[in-house]
């Protein structure tokens, strides 16, 4: 299981199953970030990524490309349970005013009403 999804509402949760978000994985999640994007009965997107222990910057880009994807919409993306060496790789890159990120699906949600 690469990417696993569910709908309530207007929300969609998006759990990223993958242990490496590299040049392998990158380009099937942004179809995925794509699929989602384009349908406007998907919502807002919640992204689980707490599996994700290592990405490289295909992995950054697909983030940065759901972003793009979700502020063109005007709907809310929401990246939570991000690793301490991810949120690193978003540090140094200067990304953390870019991207909303939230400590847990709990507090992810309660960003989204």
Do not use: C, W
Request: aromatic residues 6%; without cysteine.
């Amino acid at each position: 299981m690469k990417f696993q999804t569910s709908q309530e509402g207007n929300v969609t949760q998006l759990q990223v199953g993958v242990e490496k978000l590299d040049s392998k994985v990158a380009p099937d999640l942004k179809s995925q970030f794509i699929l989602l994007a384009n349908d406007e009965s998907s919502g807002h997107l919640i992204v689980d990524l707490s599996h994700v222990a290592f990405a490289d910057s295909s992995g950054l880009s697909a983030l940065l490309l759901a972003h793009r994807l979700y502020r063109e919409t005007e709907r809310k993306l929401i990246f939570h349970s991000v690793t301490d060496r991810i949120m690193k790789l978003i540090e140094i890159s200067q990304l953390t005013p870019v991207f909303s990120i939230a400590t847990n699906a709990e507090e992810a949600n309660s960003l989204v009403v």
